[in-house]
């Protein structure tokens, strides 16, 4: 079975400040991780992927994530923290094979303060 | 291009009645999924699609949901008999890839509610 654990619901940053969104993942196989953004009323848009290439991956809007096999850690990061990122964020992990069911984090709540 | 569109956006049902929900995939959209997503949690895998074969629905959570494709395009989520518990935003995503980590992109969702 797989299953993340997103450590914050919530998270404050001054504008102009770094991100950095924690996530913790269990899967039995190689797993493929995902960034996920949650705007009010909007759908939910990809940010990033990781599947087995580079163990850093580069997304939209300046984010980006660390694979750590070592700490089943899949961090979400972005050195400047802009108003329009204030949003929730879902960490999100998949079968690597077979079709892609996703499974979801709770999320966490960015704010960003000016 | 046009993205995923769901109707209605918002639907608010008696509790008992029975509620139909579509989803209109990106077209050429191999693979259809449906989520639930329950106030202030994540989504929740409901069932799966390749063209018109429902292959996985596991997630759902009880016979009174029945999920169709039957021209393996335009998808309907069915609930019959609702419960206060059937209230959540129900999102479909389509994807272009059968298999393996192809993007699956979301529509805005049904929002329920059950009274």
């Known amino acids: 079975a797989q299953s993340v654990t997103q450590l914050d619901s919530h998270v404050s940053v001054s504008e102009g400040t770094p991100v950095l969104l924690r996530c913790n993942y269990s899967?039995?196989?190689?797993?493929?991780l995902f960034w996920y953004v949650q705007h009010p009323n909007k759908g939910l848009q990809l940010l990033l992927k990781?599947?087995?290439?580079?163990?850093l991956v580069k997304g939209i809007n300046g984010f980006e994530a660390e694979f750590k096999k070592s700490e089943t850690s899949f961090h979400l990061t972005k050195p400047s923290a802009h108003m329009s990122d204030a949003a929730e964020y879902f960490c999100?992990?998949?079968?690597?094979?077979?079709?892609?069911?996703?499974?979801f984090g709770t999320g966490t709540r960015l704010l960003v303060s000016p | 291009g046009a993205g995923v569109s769901q109707s209605p956006r918002y639907k608010v049902a008696k509790r008992g009645q029975d509620v139909a929900l579509r989803c209109d995939p990106i077209?050429?959209?191999?693979?259809l999924f449906w989520y639930q997503q329950a106030l202030g949690q994540g989504p929740e895998f409901l069932t799966y699609?390749?063209?018109?074969?429902?292959?996985?629905k596991s997630g759902l959570p009880s016979d009174r949901f029945f999920a169709e494709r039957p021209e393996g395009s335009v998808s309907t989520l069915k609930i019959q008999r609702t419960q206060q518990e059937d209230s959540a935003v129900y999102l479909c995503?389509?994807?272009?890839?059968?298999?393996?980590?192809?993007?699956?992109?979301f529509g805005p969702g049904t929002r329920l509610t059950v009274t």
């Open positions: 899967s039995s196989y190689s797993p493929s």
């Open positions: 999100v992990v998949s079968e690597r094979t077979g079709f892609q069911k996703l499974v």
């Open positions: 077209s050429g959209h191999v693979s």
């Open positions: 995503a389509s994807s272009l890839a059968r298999v393996g980590a192809g993007e699956q992109y």
């Open positions: 990781y599947t087995s290439a580079a163990t």
């Open positions: 699609f390749q063209n018109e074969a429902q292959l996985d």
